[in-house]
């Protein structure tokens, strides 16, 4: 199994440009979430999904769009990038929501830059 | 939501024990607490979860006490590959996941 996977690796953007981060998974988990990480901080949760076609919102998510057509996939888009949205970015899986007894597998991230 | 509080830093030398607390006083009673590992330009790696009293796994041990109100992350005998970012994570409902700052666990030689 190649686990949880992020491309592109690195990206730089300019003020307004869109761009959909890609995140793809093949444990065949239901639930999926994306994150973004500044320096020296923990994670925050931007968005997720608890199965296709089920997305919610986490703390921090405006300025993002996602959307889950299929288990496998959870995209992120970034419709107007903005110099506050220069992070990392990562996506995580679990087989189901983290009330109960399970774990996350994190992909390797995503480092933007908008300029 | 469970706010979460740890040492920002600490450090060790090889081949010690190392015991890192977490407090979460508002820890809710469905919440599990995890701890993952992150190592500079990675995703977190789950470490070990549990509810109460005492887990073990083949790389740590988690302590909780009966109020659950904090939590002992311990690595025996860590080595330089141990140095990371330590966070606890106290798990609710999805929306109310709080990874903190984390704790910079430093192995000295």
């Known amino acids: 199994n190649a686990g949880v996977t992020q491309t592109p690796k690195f990206q730089v953007l300019k003020t307004g440009q869109s761009m959909t981060l890609q995140c793809a998974q093949d444990?065949?988990?239901?639930?999926m979430s994306w994150y973004r990480q500044d320096p020296g901080m923990g994670l925050r949760l931007i968005h997720y999904?608890?199965?296709?076609?089920?997305?919610d919102q986490g703390e921090v998510p405006n300025g993002y769009n996602v959307s889950r057509s299929t288990t496998e996939d959870f995209p992120l888009r970034l419709l107007s990038a903005a110099p506050s949205q220069t992070s990392v970015y990562f996506c995580?899986?679990?087989?189901?929501?983290?009330?109960?007894?399970?774990?996350?597998?994190f992909g390797p991230g995503t480092r933007l830059t908008v300029l | 939501l469970a706010k979460t509080t740890q040492p920002i830093s600490m450090d060790s030398y090889e081949g010690q024990e190392v015991n890192i607390t977490c407090s979460h006083n508002?820890?809710?009673?469905?919440?599990?607490i995890t701890w993952y590992q992150q190592f500079p330009s990675q995703g977190p790696r789950f470490i070990i979860q549990?509810?109460?009293t005492k887990v073990t796994n083949e790389v740590a041990s988690l302590f909780i006490p009966a109020d659950r109100k904090s939590s002992t992350l311990s690595l025996p005998r860590v080595s330089l590959s141990d140095t990371a970012v330590y966070y606890c994570?106290?798990?609710?409902?999805?929306?109310?996941?709080?990874f903190g700052s984390g704790t910079q666990l430093t192995v000295l030689p």
């Open positions: 549990g509810y109460k």
């Open positions: 994570l106290v798990s609710g409902s999805a929306r109310q996941l709080t």
């Open positions: 508002n820890i809710a009673t469905n919440d599990y």
């Open positions: 444990m065949n988990h239901e639930y």
């Open positions: 999904s608890v199965g296709a076609g089920i997305t």
């Open positions: 995580a899986s679990s087989y189901g929501r983290l009330s109960s007894y399970n774990e996350q597998f």
